[in-house]
Nanobody, 120 residues
Framework: QVQLVESGGGLVQPGGSLRLSCAASGSIFSIYAMGWYRQAPGKQRELVAAITSGGSTNYADSVKGRFTISRDNAKNTVYLQMNSLKPEDTAVYYC??????????????WGQGTQVTVSS
């Protein structure tokens, strides 16, 4: 059984910063990509940022230059440093682990989500 546990969400004022963490646990051999998605009320879930095991990154245009994704492969943990936050960043943020190898299976997993609210 693989679990993704997220932490670091909360309420922050516009212009502030937050750091999200997501740790994957279980009988994991390797994980190809880890990333963060978000879903605001009434909107579809969208990719925020992703990083491969080799360190290649991909960001949504709306967060480029403000958010930084990083990863500790030894700990199966991914981080999202969010700076210069805007009210439109308000959403539930979900961690995703893709290409998770457990024995002979390869699957994708999601975290439970963490709320990020940017408001004065």
């Amino acid at each position: 059984q693989v679990q993704l546990v997220e932490s670091g969400g909360g309420l922050v004022q516009p212009g502030g910063s937050l750091r999200l963490s997501c740790a994957a646990s279980g009988s994991i051999f390797s994980i190809y990509a880890m990333g963060w998605y978000r879903q605001a009320p009434g909107k579809q879930r969208e990719l925020v940022a992703a990083i491969t095991s080799g360190g290649s990154t991909n960001y949504a245009d709306s967060v480029k230059g403000r958010f930084t994704i990083s990863r500790d492969n030894a700990k199966n943990t991914v981080y999202l440093q969010m700076n210069s936050l805007k009210p439109e960043d308000t959403a539930v943020y979900y961690c995703n682990a893709d290409g998770v190898v457990v024995v002979t299976t390869v699957m994708s997993y999601w975290g439970q989500g963490t709320q990020v609210t940017v408001s004065s």
